[in-house]
């Protein structure tokens, strides 16, 4: 039984065609529809909003700092010194 190449060359497209729309559409609809169900919150930015209902900023942004500390560690750069000249 011979598989005629335009038969293998259509079923390449095909399934070419296939993967792209399941890797391209559904797959990024489906970790968005999840993540929105799942962690919503966090997915949208926790957003604040004032007494009237409008969106005013983020949970996220703009937090006070309590601590003298914060967070940044700072790294000594640490350079070679050459122990010979190289010829």
């Known amino acids: 039984m011979k598989i005629s190449q335009r038969h293998q060359i259509s079923h390449a497209i095909r399934s070419t065609l296939v993967l792209w729309v399941l890797t391209a559409f559904i797959y990024p609809l489906f970790m968005l529809i999840s993540g929105q169900v799942a962690f919503s919150d ?13 969106i005013i900023g983020s949970a996220l942004i703009g937090q006070p700092f309590v601590s ?8 000594p750069l640490i350079t070679a010194q050459p122990t010979q000249k190289m010829m």
């Open 42 to 54: 966090q997915v949208n930015g926790s957003l604040i909003g004032n007494s009237q209902g409008v």
């Open 68 to 75: 003298e500390n914060y967070g940044i560690v700072l790294v």
